[in-house]
């Protein structure tokens, strides 16, 4: 076997550039027809390289695949895999609503004819999903798959650690949106890392995120210890704070300045890939606006009268506190949509009459959502209206105001004009595909089927909109990585490739509450401190793009400014 040295070694990066040298991407830059309109299928580059490095004649035990849209992260896994299946166990850890997409990778072109034949492929391409011998190909695809793959779900995998019933001795363990198990009061994230400190020495561990700093940068901490050995472990929550964080007091409020960046970087080398995934020019053009919407002094009033009941749970310290969705919800829902009887939740919804949903009456409840419903009613194309509230103030009263309106919901009526579709946690996933195929389809680039899916945050992971032309977002989040999400739902790798270069566009809408007598309302409150987090964040997010084992390799296809470790 091959001597590789330790990523400690003063000239790993070297090593690294010269040994998988052939794995360097060129600056020959591909047109838009070549990158979403292949003669054949093959995988990428980085797909490639990491399935060397992560490998059975490598001794390198884990890595952070940091790689964005478009770059194949689950398919980079799968080749991983591929190359241990036979040696070692495969443990995939994903959410549960994305247990279907690791299938349908492993059933695809990635892993060749290893799970469905061509033959295979081919036939149900002309099948109905619902129909008997689809049922009957994926059944047997999935008994293929079953013999290699042990496929769990977040909860599950967690139960397996908590009743001593899982055995990671020989194994590589996949886990994939790692970023949704990183929290410090976590009971995932607790669970996960007493594991990891007590793991057999022969098993490797590969975690994927395109948001590893999803929040704050404290969490880049606790995700790379997965993969640190214990006695070189990251500074965490405010001891990370003191080390890598100035806090500076200013009459505006508090400011957060980065320091010792190469301390960090000393600690994550050899524990990182990054790659920005495809080129901008297959993605479509994003136009961000932020639309300011004036409450009405009822609505304000109310909004003062909630107000004052939660200003005592204030935000100063946003980098080292976790923010939950419940965060002054009374407001936050205040400011969507305020009832006729002036209560929230299920009690305020239930005072909604077909008369309060006029535009006359709207203009006085909410503003936003007149706001809204205007744009939907311009646009001439699909649309996306997603709220972090899939009730009350949020999506199911959206949908009242819709129906109004002479909408019609999808399930109950069937494809035509000025349909809505609901995507939800809770509906069965054939539902949810058949939804998603009549959405996507290219017959509804007008919304002639479906125009409008209105997504919560079930949708906020592993969900494709094509030819989306408008972005609503009901109201801002605490964090920006949130709400690039959502927008990630319909900005997306030759999501617009067939469509005419002048609409390869997608209007985004941020929809914020305003009064004249609010200095700043929780809506720009929240705003202002999603952008702060992401100044301070994006420091840390380069410092590991500069320290990626691969930095010197994808330069080309990365931003042109980082600097890599040499």
Sequence with gaps: ???????TDIDFYKFINKKFSEFKISNKKKTLKQICFPNK????????FLAEFINPKTPYKGILIYHRIGAGKTCTAINI?????????????????????????????????NYLTNVERERLKKLHPSDVEYKEIIKHSDIRIDKYYNIYSYNKFV???KTNSLNLKNTLLIIDEIHNMISETGIYYETLNEL???????????????????????????????????????????????TFIDT????????????????????????????????PHVFPKIEINFVKCKMSDTQYKLYTKISRV?????????????????FFIGTRMISNFMFPNKKIGQEGFDSLEDDDLSISQVKEYSPKFLKILRKIKKCDGTVFVYSNFKEFGGIRTFVRLLEHHHFKNYELHGNGLKRFAIWSGDQDSFIKEEIKAVFNNKNNIDGSKIKIILGSPSIKEGVSLLRIQEVHLMEPYWNWSRMDQIIGRAVRFCSHKDVVEEKRLVKVYIYLSVHPKLKMSIDQRIMRIAIKKKEISLVFENAMKEAAIDCDLFKNANEKDLICEQ
């Design 41 to 48: 299928y093959e995988f990428q580059i980085p797909q490639k």
């Design 310 to 326: 939660e200003s005592k749970n204030d935000i100063n310290d946003y980098v080292n506190i976790d923010i939950s969705n419940s």
């Design 81 to 113: 895999a591929e190359k241990f299946k036979k040696q070692k166990n495969i443990m995939i850890v994903l959410p549960a609503s994305l247990k279907g997409n690791i299938r349908s990778e492993l059933r695809s072109l990635c892993a060749g004819e």
């Design 159 to 161: 139960n397996l650690i």
């Design 196 to 242: 990891m400190d007590i793991s057999p020495i022969d098993m490797r561990l590969v975690i994927m995120s395109a948001t590893p700093i999803f929040d704050k940068p404290t969490e880049i901490a606790l995700m790379l210890n997965l993969l640190l050995r214990k006695n070189k472990k990251i500074p965490t929550g405010q001891d990370f704070i003191n």
């Design 248 to 279: 500076i007091y200013t009459p505006k409020g508090i400011e957060y300045r980065a320091k010792n960046i190469n301390l960090f970087k000393n600690y994550i080398r050899g524990y990182i890939s990054y790659y920005r995934g495809a080129p």
């Design 1 to 7: 076997m091959q001597k590789y040295p330790d990523i």
